[in-house]
């Protein structure tokens, strides 16, 4: 039985006092570093023992056949997966002649740390070898947020009671053993030896230095690796360096007082590309190398704390009262900037760059989840991640031509552009990821008024997601816009008709593109856009078919839907969830069982569409149903609970969605943090109990905090503002810390935010019934904790 | 480009006057002999060139891992798939020096004859070789129908101008190169040398004889052939017989004057089993030999006949007028007869055993198709095939709890009873072939009452069904009984609600098993079934919810079906038939297209369920929605054509069916014959324009000719009676041939068979407009043929 690892309280670091070896594969997700185009696993120094070790390169991936027991037209026929790429962070210990390695010897004391405002993991281990010589050893690693084709690693041995021979090892190696894949669907592909040795080099002597090329098996990318060191340390040192085809190799030797310290600097550069030369890859690997070692370390240092303390700036999140979902949110920010940061156009997959779970693919999660935390907090890295899709229309055009559709479909879930997906019906099939991607940049335009992007990146993505959805439906003999045989945001239902999710989505995605196509009339007639075009986009719209059960006053979440039978949850024991890994997909699919919010989650995104007693009722009804098997759902049910005045529960919510890798609630954190609901934490907070909504150029806040805090505040980036919002005594103080006055709404009355702070009443709500969820599902209570 | 063999126009014989290497394998598959226990595809005697080699017996499978891109609980992790065994028909000849290839040299003369009173396929040649020597050969080979076990040959060579040395060599080789699988899903899968060589022997002598022993690599089946031979020639010959693992030859030379013969008989004995020993499968195969010589050829000749008169004799069909389809009819009965004679508690698979098409799997159409005919020609073959279900109740009690149901669910499709499926949405969502067993085993007890059966294995077939449909379904709040998310038989629609076909089927099944049980009251308590069980499927019956659009006023395939946007037939070409491999099943499924008869078959199986006039109106309706994408389709629109009123329409699908396999017309003839089209063959012309039908022990008939045909006549087993219906020039003919007086109805009225023929009048019917076809879906036109 794993339990789970703590780290502590402090609100801005991760500590972690003492290793516990099962918990390994764990604590690399979350002391992951990246900077969104490197991403290195918190893995130890010395690179055994290890649960998955793990050096990932946004996009670069091996590709594997797909197979089928049955095969179908259309089906994938190749799948992407992210690969383990040359390990720069090895940096080995001999200790006299005994290699340093936790598993022998005694471990004195061993702690880790994740600053959260520094960018760094830091280790602190005191250890004596088997034959009892004892080494202090300080490690400091950094993925650099500003040369983000750079790691750096500063490793220091000092002996402690004796003057000791220590050999420090600094290597790079391809190809490494990773453990095989588990029987889990969720899990990745592990691919054995995807890395084809093309060049390598080493040299010692003033720059002591290595490189190593490779090229992938069948996706044909090519990657180069290189090395750089500065050491310190006795007068005396022999150094050498060499290389193989999967090895480079650097060599420090001294004999070290007690208290005297060998240090070693080391600069990992990257470079890969499907296009580029060999020797302009490995120009491109120096040169960053060279840049890196004229900033050194402490320049490299100082920068990386700079640009995290402008992020949190215009990001921080305070929780007064909760001293474990201050820690958690602010390291849920901290991992989503790291995932989107320097990404520039480039994908952000699922998991970041935190492990190869989901293969390392990129889903809807990310413009659904994580990019209208970014929108708010850096919101370059939204244009950035949006820029990426626009790249790839080409593939996504080819994806709707093949299915007899207009516009454009993104893949269910890529690395490159092309759908990979093994099973259609949760894949393709969730064709909601197109109105996901519309929403994300109607959003981002609505919070930067980035023009440029409005018209290069947001009109055609528009446009081709519009054409898209009005060949998806058709008017039936009613005159409704019917949108048939789908997938919802809800994998426990699968290829329904009139998903509401859907339909509303795709309304707003109709509506918008014509809207924007009217505003640029020019662009849009350049685009192909006929004025004939944008009227049937808004007949469309304005058609679309939304059904009601008027027998229960909530809405199916797909035509029929609650005339199903309801799950059989008092017969489900707890050890079947996830339901989809102990229950046939034509169970879950026929039955009133909802794996991960989806009506919920229209109620979040298209507020409108509902009157405040239908999200009430619809709230409660959905609860009743809802099991949390992903990991996307927690927060969204946060933010609708605290919206209906389900306070304690919205509470309760945010701590699972929060909590979700910190406490490995859902026992994969080992394969990379989950993304969407480390942005869920924001968004429960900030949506949920600041109740902050974006609509039509309007931000809108309704903030109302759960018994159970003392106070939040939070700031965020809106239209070149940065604002600040503290919720606390029944009060809410607003202040507008940079920009021009802004107006906003606070509880449905305006407001105009200045430097000058406001603060305004929270009117109070009636207490409502508890809603129920399905036996054995309620969450954890926060509200009641120890 | 493949053209069409043709095989003449003689009523009893289908007779191949040259041979044309292209159509090889279509020819193999038409030509193929079997008993239900063994089957040989008509492949040359020398076994080269052939299209594929093909020797099956039933039930003798390998399985095969089956692969997914994404795994999914309760999928099939290993498929079962007929293979090619130890090919006992290879007879080579040597003519002096130079091999009898059809390939080389000079083919004067080449006929097959496949005689369908006979049960013989026999070949004539006369073959000059390269080097100019003429022979004349002529080969009969027959699967006795009498002796399961046992195939036999006759073999016989003449020097036509001038002394030869002739060598015939006879072989049984095992692990046959076959060629390799193609992309086209409904292709079987090719498994190279799944035969491991357990023991053989070969002996001389008085009595040539071999035997080969096998083993089956990962089903672990056991597989003997032996081989024995009678030789006839000059006096002078030499012979030898010699074995390998997988290679037994006899081989006899000698001086062949001109005029002279050299003949060889040859039998071929099978034994196969799972659980036997090894000697004990040797004992069974050289008893059979014996028995075979002790009989001798002519004896198996002559009980071949004898068994096919008794069989034409209850089930001969002649058709006056249309000479094509009087030869199809009577081929395609012969070919049913052939699946299901001898099958004996193994299943009928849906190419019998005449190719490795849908890797011999048996699906619903062996009870929805096959077994009706078989039910009125030959019933002991359906009481066999339906207690090869029974066997296998083990199994799909299994499969029904691992999917959380009551009772039990037949596989969609296996060779051993386990689901061999890799796409559940077409595959185990299938669930209507419970309701088509359940089906079947009342018809078979109506149409024989044999109380045996009815006890025995139609009383838990049915209570087994019925718990599976209780447990399916559920009352909604209206109280109506839904059936959700299942595929009927139209595969280009899956996973839906309600599909009316599978409802009407579900609630015959129900009703029938409650009717049954409190029959047997006793039997059924044995069975665990409470008179409280019985009520809930009477009430689940009588409250089971058929959908029904009264806008339209036409039943929808399922819930909602008819709000769905029709296919866009106008823009598919006619290269993109069939859809499955041109379109993606996410398109097909949410389209008003229809692969088959799946509500028009609901109107025949349950035309009690429906008014005239909405047959009328559904025949229509679906009409133009129907693409005819499987074979299992234009029998049926026949059968309902013909009630409707649609009767040259009816005409035209019946030659669809019916020539089916004989013109290729889905071109796949290659990979085995279409058992259930053929059967259709039957249906469509004894319950279409027969319009016979058995309902609650009474049996019924409408004929009524279309005006291409100038008479047809029938003959039908029934309750222990064999009826003769002819109809022509407006009036029926009923003569009972044998049994007691019977009563039945003509046109709904009341008629009492007797030995007396009668004769009546056939009401006359108004002309109806013609139903429309999808673009490019129009039948070929039989009423207007050359």
């Known amino acids: 039985m794993i339990t789970n690892a703590t780290y502590g309280v402090d609100p801005w670091e991760l500590v972690e006092t003492s290793l516990d070896l099962d918990l390994l594969a764990q604590s690399e997700s979350v002391f992951a570093l990246s900077?969104?185009?490197?991403?290195?696993?918190?893995?130890?120094?010395?690179?055994?023992?290890?649960?998955?070790?793990?050096?990932?390169?946004?996009?670069?991936?091996e590709e594997r056949p797909l197979p089928y027991a049955e095969a179908g037209f259309g089906y994938p026929q190749t799948g992407q997966t992210v690969i383990n790429v040359t390990n720069g962070k090895i940096i080995r210990l001999l200790v006299n002649d005994e290699p340093f390695d936790v598993r022998y010897g005694t471990l004195q004391s061993h702690t880790r740390k994740l600053d959260l405002r520094a960018g760094t993991l830091t280790r602190e281990v005191e250890w004596t070898s088997p034959a009892g010589h004892t080494v202090r050893i300080r490690s400091v690693r950094l993925v650099s947020?500003?040369?983000?084709?750079?790691?750096?690693?500063?490793?220091?041995?000092?002996?402690?009671?004796?003057?000791?021979?220590?050999?420090?090892?600094?290597?790079?190696?391809?190809?490494?053993?990773?453990?095989?894949?588990?029987?889990?669907?969720?899990a990745a592909a592990a691919l054995a030896s995807p890395l084809v040795g093309e060049e390598h080099y080493a040299a010692d002597g003033g720059n002591p230095r290595a490189m190593l090329v490779h090229g992938t098996r069948n996706s044909k990318l090519r990657l180069a690796a290189g090395m750089a060191h500065q050491v310190t340390g006795p007068e005396r040192m022999t150094m050498s360096a060499e290389s193989f085809p999967d090895v480079a190799r650097f060599t420090v030797a001294a004999e070290v007082a007690p208290g005297e310290e060998l240090r070693l600097v080391k600069y990992v550069g990257y470079g890969w590309s499907s296009a580029r030369s060999r020797p302009a890859l490995i120009d491109q690997v120096v040169g960053a190398l060279a840049a890196a070692r004229l900033a050194g370390w402490d320049a490299l240092i100082a920068e990386q704390r700079q640009y995290l303390s402008e992020f949190w700036e215009g990001a921080d999140v305070e929780v007064d009262g909760d001293v474990e979902i201050q820690q958690a949110v602010r390291f849920s920010l901290f991992h989503?900037?790291?995932?989107?940061?320097?990404?520039?156009?480039?994908?952000?997959?699922?998991?970041?760059?935190t492990g190869t779970g989901y293969d390392g693919h990129t889903f809807w999660d990310t413009e659904a989840f994580v990019l209208p935390v970014l929108t708010y907090t850096k919101p370059s890295a939204v244009a950035s991640a949006l820029r990426w899709r626009y790249s790839v229309l080409p593939e996504a055009k080819a994806h709707?031509?093949?299915?007899?559709?207009?516009?454009?479909?993104?893949?269910?879930?890529?690395?490159?552009?092309?759908?990979?997906?093994?099973?259609?019906?949760?894949?393709?099939?969730?064709?909601?990821?197109?109105?996901?991607?519309?929403?994300?940049?109607?959003?981002?335009?609505?919070?930067?008024?980035?023009?440029?992007?409005?018209?290069?990146?947001?009109?055609?993505?528009?446009?081709?997601?519009?054409?898209?959805?009005?060949?998806?439906?058709?008017?039936?003999?009613?005159?409704?816009?019917?949108?048939?045989?789908?997938?919802?945001?809800?994998?426990?239902?699968?290829?329904?008709?009139?998903?509401?999710?859907?339909?509303?989505?795709?309304?707003?995605?109709?509506?918008?593109?014509?809207?924007?196509?009217?505003?640029?009339p020019d662009a849009a007639r350049?685009?192909?856009?006929?004025?004939?075009?944008?009227a049937s986009w808004r007949d469309a719209a304005n058609d679309m078919y939304i059904p009601y059960d008027s027998r229960?006053?909530?809405?199916?979440?797909?035509?029929?839907?609650?005339?199903?039978?309801?799950?059989?949850?008092?017969?489900?024991?707890?050890?079947r969830y996830p339901l989809l890994l102990h229950y046939p997909y034509f169970q879950l699919y026929r039955t009133q069982v909802v794996k991960q919010a989806d009506l919920v989650l229209a109620m979040q995104l298209r507020?409108?569409?509902?009157?405040?007693?239908?999200?009430?009722?619809?709230?409660?009804?959905?609860?009743?149903?809802?099991?949390?098997?992903?990991?996307?759902?927690?927060?969204?049910?946060?933010?609708?609970?605290?919206?209906?005045?389900?306070?304690?529960?919205?509470?309760?919510?945010?701590?699972?969605?929060?909590?979700?890798?910190?406490?490995?609630?859902?026992?994969?954190?080992?394969?990379?943090?989950?993304?969407?609901?480390?942005?869920?934490?924001?968004?429960?907070?900030?949506?949920?109990?600041?109740?902050?909504?974006?609509?039509?150029?309007?931000?809108?806040?309704?903030?109302?905090?759960?018994?159970?805090?003392?106070?939040?505040?939070?700031?965020?980036?809106?239209?070149?503002?940065?604002?600040?919002?503290?919720?606390?005594?029944?009060?809410?103080?607003?202040?507008?810390?940079?920009?021009?006055?802004?107006?906003?709404?606070?509880?449905?009355?305006?407001?105009?935010?200045?430097?000058?702070?406001?603060?305004?009443?929270i009117p109070p709500i009636e207490p409502l019934p508890e809603p129920v969820q399905p036996v054995g599902r309620v969450p954890q209570s926060r509200r009641n904790r120890d």
């Open 35 to 61: 900077n969104g185009h490197i991403g290195l696993r918190g893995n130890l120094d010395e690179g055994e023992p290890h649960g998955l070790p793990g050096t990932y390169l946004n996009s670069l991936y």
């Open 400 to 520: 709707a031509r093949e299915y007899g559709l207009s516009g454009s479909a993104f893949p269910w879930r890529t690395i490159r552009g092309q759908e990979c997906s093994g099973y259609w019906p949760a894949g393709t099939a969730a064709f909601h990821i197109n109105a996901a991607i519309a929403h994300a940049a109607v959003k981002y335009v609505e919070a930067t008024q980035d023009e440029d992007f409005e018209l290069e990146i947001a009109l055609p993505l528009l446009v081709e997601t519009a054409r898209l959805w009005r060949s998806l439906g058709q008017h039936d003999a009613s005159g409704r816009f019917r949108i048939e045989g789908v997938t919802g945001p809800d994998e426990y239902s699968a290829v329904k008709d009139n998903n509401v999710y859907t339909n509303l989505m795709a309304q707003y995605n109709l509506a918008c593109a014509a809207e924007l196509a009217g505003k640029h």
């Open 526 to 534: 350049e685009l192909g856009v006929t004025t004939e075009d944008t």
């Open 336 to 353: 989503i900037l790291q995932a989107g940061a320097r990404a520039e156009f480039r994908p952000i997959p699922s998991k970041g760059l």
């Open 552 to 575: 229960l006053g909530v809405h199916p979440q797909h035509e029929g839907f609650t005339d199903y039978a309801r799950w059989n949850f008092a017969g489900t024991p707890g050890d």
């Open 607 to 761: 507020g409108d569409a509902f009157t405040a007693e239908q999200k009430l009722r619809n709230f409660d009804y959905y609860e009743a149903l809802t099991v949390r098997d992903s990991s996307l759902s927690a927060c969204t049910q946060a933010v609708m609970a605290a919206e209906v005045g389900h306070l304690d529960l919205a509470y309760d919510y945010l701590a699972e969605a929060v909590l979700m890798d910190l406490q490995d609630r859902e026992h994969n954190t080992r394969d990379g943090l989950h993304m969407a609901s480390l942005a869920g934490a924001w968004t429960a907070l900030v949506s949920g109990f600041g109740g902050m909504r974006s609509a039509g150029g309007r931000l809108e806040f309704a903030p109302r905090l759960p018994p159970g805090l003392v106070g939040l505040s939070f700031r965020m980036r809106y239209a070149e503002r940065i604002i600040r919002v503290e919720t606390r005594s029944g009060k809410a103080r607003y202040t507008l810390l940079a920009g021009d006055p802004l107006p906003v709404t606070h509880h449905g009355k305006e407001v105009t935010l200045t430097s000058e702070t406001v603060t305004l009443e």
């Open 145 to 186: 947020l500003t040369q983000r084709a750079v790691a750096a690693f500063s490793y220091t041995v000092t002996p402690v009671d004796e003057p000791l021979r220590l050999v420090v090892l600094s290597e790079m190696v391809a190809n490494e053993e990773v453990p095989a894949r588990r029987g889990d669907p969720r």
